[in-house]
DNA sequence: TTACATGCTATTCAATTCATAGCATTTTAT
DNA sequence: ATAAAATGCTATGAATTGAATAGCATGTAA
């Protein structure tokens, strides 16, 4: 029997099961336990802004990432329904973008975070 | 020479600076960097929703955490400006509750991913 | 002065990530 | 057809990070 390619893998954070740090299994704790993973905001941000990429682009494009992550980030965004392949390589989703949507804000803020420890690093 | 108490230390990912996953230092990679680690954002949020908490009452509501992340957590998010102490234990900072703000409509939007996830797998 | 709460640190062990090499398969060039 | 290059990884070992638990130093209250 084969396995059908859009169940849910029991090797990701969702939601409704338990997950690190949070044995509710809330959306958010499965959100942040996923996102809350080395390079796995970096990657979704860095693919949704190079799409298509294949495996080595985005290797590229995250200047530090090991194969091994990236091949685990991508695996656990792919059974996230985040990320998918399509032609020319790795693409989001429409959840994928709705995520980067969500993200987009604070890449903005980040900004003024910046800013704001800079002034104080100024401070007499 | 006593050490002024609001300098930027080096120990955490700040913008402006190489951080993992990124040479850059641009304000999203650090963010992502901070935020990307175990516990981070979650403690933010339980905080934010307990103000203000002691070291040991975040620690209950945390559920899993471990003392001595709990304890390095806290010093990156208090480094990065994000918490402070105040009456009666630890509180959310401005920049904090903006970040918390930031991350709210990601929380409303965990439960339409879950929604997406759920539907999927009740998929013929 | 004893008891308890608080904010950690110490220690040991497990899991994760880094850094690098390399392999199997497909595509492209000659 | 063959060789070279690109692609998508896997393997390995070292370094870093986190989990689990114990316990200590300080402060407060009884």
Known sequence: M??????KSADFPHPGTPVRGSRS???IMALFDLLGR????????????????T????????ETISPAVLNKRLGEL????FVTRGEGGYIT????????????????????????LDEMSEMP
Chains 1, 2 share one sequence.
């Open 25 to 27: 299994g809330a959306p």
């Open 55 to 62: 495996f080595r682009q985005l290797q590229e494009r995250c």
């Open 78 to 81: 792919r059974a996230a329904q």
């Open 2 to 7: 084969k396995k059908i390619a859009y169940v």
């Open 93 to 116: 989703t429409a959840l994928g973008r709705e995520l980067y949507d969500q993200l987009v804000p604070l890449g903005l803020w980040s900004k003024d975070w910046a800013k704001a």
């Open 38 to 53: 080395r390079w796995a905001m970096g990657v979704l941000w860095t693919l949704r802004e190079n799409e298509p990429s």
